[in-house]
């Protein structure tokens, strides 16, 4: 077993995992697990953790192209974001294309979320994430759930800075146009803006899964 310190930074952790140190693996895997499973459990239905896993071994794989100056959370869930599409892609027919732009998880996932919701309103946000764009549902739970920076987030998805404000605006205009479908026309979004901090902080945990650290 390789010689590492107690507290050794993801990126040292990576290396040594590619460098054949499982432990290093095994380590890196448990501080992140809860990050991967949650940025997977609303947008499939089944094989969540088989995606985890194959998120980080892409990364072991990928590891010496990714420049060192951006966090390894961006790293790693840009890793998973492309998983997951590769997935999306695999389990539609050849010639199906796949606009991630105007497709959501509920047409191409179309069973209910696997997450537990207790209550009213936290099932109707996990309804209208899911029938949003998929590409405005990353944007908003990377921001929402995961309070990812907007360099953090340009690296996640690919896309420059302003690109990212932008795409925020317009995934928050979607997803309270759901919001008020769902409650029935009772009003948009911005009427309770703080409500959705609120509900989103309370599904972060559910959205979890409580088996890891």
Same mark, same amino acid.
């Given at each position: 077993m390789t010689d590492r310190p107690a507290e050794a930074s993801d990126f040292d952790l990576l290396d040594a995992w590619?460098?054949?140190d499982r432990g290093a693996g095994g380590q890196l895997f448990t501080r992140h697990f809860r990050t991967v499973f949650r940025f997977f459990s609303n947008k499939v239905t089944t094989g969540s953790e088989d995606l985890v896993q194959q998120t980080f071994l892409a990364c072991v794989e990928t590891h010496r192209r990714f420049r060192r100056d951006a966090s390894f959370r961006a790293f790693l869930l840009g890793t998973? +974001?492309?998983v997951l599409y590769n997935e999306f892609r695999r389990r539609r027919r050849k010639d !199906? +294309?796949? !606009?991630?732009? #105007?497709m959501s998880a509920m047409d191409l996932a179309p069973s209910p979320s696997s997450i537990i919701a207790e209550k009213m309103e936290q099932r109707q946000l996990l309804e209208a994430l899911r029938s949003i764009p998929i590409d405005y549902q990353i944007a908003l739970e990377l921001h929402l759930w995961e309070g990812l920076t907007g360099p953090e987030m340009a690296e996640v998805l690919g896309i420059a800075e302003p690109g990212v404000r932008s795409r *925020? +605006? +317009?995934?928050?205009?979607? *997803?309270g146009e759901r919001m008020a479908q769902l409650r029935g026309g009772g009003g948009? *979004?911005? #009427?309770? #803006?703080? !409500? *959705?901090e609120r509900w989103a902080a309370s599904l972060r945990e559910a959205a979890s899964g409580g088996s890891r650290g």
């Open positions: 590619a460098a054949g998973a +974001r492309n !199906d +294309r796949i !606009d991630f732009t #105007s *925020l +605006r +317009r995934a928050k205009q979607a *997803l948009p *979004l911005e #009427s309770t #803006s703080g !409500d *959705l």
